[in-house]
């Protein structure tokens, strides 16, 4: 069965410097997202993208993060310049359509800022 | 704001049927209920969805009451890989973007 698949699976970064995490999405699908999940708290939305660009976004998604589809497979999220509370794990997803179409996780690039 | 509610914990025997409820009071007209899983460290993974219709698959069904109002989540031979936490999530057929509560933290025990 297809899968999203993120790299890399743990991140380890300093504060202030750039972070980019990746993600393969399942191939047919045409909207990407990224979330995020703050060890032991809920999963949070960031961003939506669809035909090259962002469709929504949470207000966690400010001018220090970035999404890009750089080519027809990768899915980015950059990160400029890390704070501490930027550590998460950060999950990709993908889907079909938009709407009612299930949404396909990753199992996630672990981030930790130091 | 939280659109369902959901019970924080349950248990389950193995082997048994797992009940997860999940009220969603306010729901209307056009938002579909929606069911993901999150095993511990991993990525939310979809199990179902519905608008008004009972729905099965080959991992779970979904009982909507008639009103809509609240719904449940059977997983009819629960196993120890079921043991996750649950999330019911509504969502309009527009939406993009799923708002993950706490859910239930489902535990099964052999």
């Known amino acids: 069965e297809p899968e999203v698949t993120q790299t890399p699976s743990h991140q380890v970064t300093q504060m202030g410097q750039e972070v980019i995490l990746r993600c393969v999405p399942i191939s047919n699908h045409l909207y990407f997202y990224w979330y995020r999940q703050i060890l032991g708290q809920k999963v949070e939305f960031l961003v939506s993208?669809?035909?090259?660009?962002?469709?929504?976004k949470s207000e966690i998604f400010d001018d220090q993060f970035s999404v890009e589809r750089p080519d027809g497979s990768n899915f980015t999220l950059k990160i400029r310049s890390t704070k501490l509370e930027d550590s998460a794990m950060y999950f990709c997803?993908?889907?079909?359509?938009?709407?009612?179409?299930?949404?396909?996780f990753g199992n996630g690039t672990r981030l930790t800022v130091t | 704001d939280a659109k369902t509610t959901q019970p924080t914990s349950m248990d389950c025997a193995e082997g048994r049927a797992a009940n997860l409820p999940c009220n969603h009071s306010?729901?209307?007209?056009?938002?579909?209920v929606y069911w993901y899983r999150q095993i511990h460290s991993q990525g939310p993974q979809y199990i179902i969805h519905g608008l008004k219709n009972n729905e099965t698959n080959e991992m779970a069904s979904l009982i909507i009451t008639e009103d809509r109002k609240s719904s449940t989540l059977i997983l009819p031979h629960a196993t120890l890989r079921d043991t996750a936490v649950y999330y019911c999530?509504?969502?309009?057929?527009?939406?993009?973007?799923?708002?993950f509560g706490g859910g239930t933290r489902l535990m099964v025990k052999p």
């Open positions: 306010t729901i209307s007209g056009n938002e579909y």
């Open positions: 993208f669809y035909n090259n660009e962002i469709s929504e």
């Open positions: 997803a993908s889907s079909e359509g938009g709407g009612r179409s299930p949404l396909h």
């Open positions: 999530i509504v969502m309009d057929n527009a939406g993009n973007m799923l708002t």
